[in-house]
C-alpha cells in the first residue's frame, strides 16, 4: 500500500512525535508498504493516512479525507490529545467518529476514549531494540533525565529534588533535552551551574543522548502527562529502571502494582524515592528491576510490528486487496 504518516513535528525531530513517526515508517517499510512522512497533506492519492496526534494533525486529516474520501484514517491519540481529556485538549470527537481505528500507546489510554470507540481503538505499546552501553560510573549513582524542556514535562522538579538530599548522598543528574522557551533555557543553565548534582548537557544527537542512558542507574520521568513516553520503552530496552510520576501513561506500561512512583509536582516524595532507590532501602531498587526486567518484552520492536500489521489488516477495506504480507 502507499501509506501517508502525518504529524506535527519534522521526520527528524528529535521530539517524542519525530522518534515515533521515524520508527512506524521503518516498520511499515519492513512490511513491503510505500511510506511517506509529513507534516502536512501535500496532494496525491495514499491507501492510508496515519495521523499522529489528533488535533495538531487536524488539518492533514480534513486534508487527506477531502482528497482520498475512499481512503481510510488511522489517528492516533498522543499525550496531549489525550489528558486531561479529549475535550479539553480541543480535539474534534466527530474528526474520531471516522476513523477506522484509533491508537493509544499504552493501555491506560484507551479509558480516555468515548466508549462508544473503545471497540476500535488499538493498543501499540512502542518498542526499542535491546541497548547497550557503558557499565555505570562506580563514583557515583548517575540518573538519566530525557526530557525536552516544555511545561508538561515539569523539567524543574527533578533538579529541585536533588537539592533536599543528604550530602552523603552520591547522586548526580545528567539532563539531555532542548529548550523552545528562552526563560527555560535560563534556568536551566543556572542549575546546571549552581547545583553540583545536576549536569544539563542541552539536546544531543540520539545515539549520544541512549548513551547516557544506558549508563545511567535510573532514568527518571517528572511528566503532568504522557501518552505513553518513548522514554520508558527505552529504558526498558536499556536495563535501566525507572522512577516516575504516578501518571496514567506510565501506569499504563509499568502496571499498576509498580514501585517506583511519586506524585505529580511532589518534589519531597520524589527526593525520598531516590534516596531509597540510591541505597536500596526496603529492598526498592531491587524491586524496581526486577519489575521492569519483567516488562521488558512490551519493548520487542517485533510485538510492535505484528499489532500494526494486524491493525492494517482491520482498517483497510477486504476489497483493498490488502490481506497482510507475512
Known amino acids: 500500500m502507499r ?60 486534508a487527506f479525507t477531502a482528497a482520498c474520501p475512499e481512503s481510510p484514517v488511522v489517528i492516533a491519540l498522543t499525550g496531549t490529545d489525550l489528558y486531561p481529556d479529549l475535550a479539553t485538549a480541543g480535539v474534534d470527537l466527530a474528526l474520531l467518529e471516522r476513523a ?97 548534582r545536576y549536569t544539563w548537557l542541552g539536546p544531543l544527537p540520539r545515539p549520544e543522548a541512549l548513551a547516557v542512558l544506558a549508563r545511567s542507574r535510573l532514568l527518571v520521568l517528572t511528566s503532568l502527562h504522557e501518552g505513553g513516553a518513548n522514554v520508558v520503552t527505552e529504558a526498558l530496552a536499556a536495563s535501566v529502571p525507572i522512577v516516575s510520576t504516578r501518571i496514567p501513561g506510565s501506569v499504563g506500561l509499568l502496571g499498576e502494582d509498580y514501585a517506583g512512583y511519586f506524585p505529580v509536582g511532589d518534589t519531597a516524595a520524589l527526593a525520598a524515592v531516590l534516596d531509597a532507590a540510591e541505597h536500596d532501602r526496603d529492598g526498592l531498587f531491587t524491586q524496581m528491576r526486577w519489575q521492569c526486567a519483567a516488562r521488558r518484552a512490551s519493548a520487542d520492536p517485533e510485538r510492535e510490528t505484528e499489532a500494526w500489521e494486524r491493525l492494517l489488516a482491520e482498517a483497510v477495506p477486504a476489497n483493498a486487496g490488502y490481506e497482510g504480507v507475512r
Do not use: C
Not at 484507551?110 to 493498543?123: A, H
Open 3 to 62: 501509506i501517508l504518516v502525518a504529524g506535527p513535528v519534522p521526520e527528524a525531530s528529535d521530539y517524542g512525535n519525530g522518534v515515533t513517526a521515524r520508527r512506524w515508517a521503518h516498520l511499515l517499510r519492513d512490511l513491503g508498504h510505500e511510506v511517506r512522512v509529513v507534516q502536512d497533506y501535500d496532494g496525491g492519492h495514499h491507501d492510508l493516512l496515519i495521523a499522529l496526534h489528533a488535533r495538531k494533525s487536524e488539518a492533514a486529516i480534513r
Open 100 to 196: 477506522a481505528r484509533i491508537v493509544v500507546l499504552q493501555s491506560q489510554g484507551v479509558l480516555q476514549v468515548p466508549p462508544g470507540l473503545r471497540s476500535r481503538t488499538r493498543v501499540i505499546t512502542q518498542s526499542m531494540p535491546p541497548i547497550s552501553g557503558e557499565p555505570p560510573a562506580p563514583d557515583r549513582f548517575e540518573i538519566a533525565f530525557l526530557a525536552h524542556a516544555r511545561p508538561v514535562k515539569d523539567p524543574l522538579r527533578l533538579s529541585e529534588a536533588v537539592r533536599l538530599l543528604p550530602s552523603s548522598s552520591r547522586i548526580t543528574v545528567t539532563h539531555v533535552g532542548g529548550v523552545r522557551e528562552d526563560d527555560i533555557g535560563d534556568r536551566l543553565r543556572a542549575e546546571s551551574a549552581e547545583n553540583p
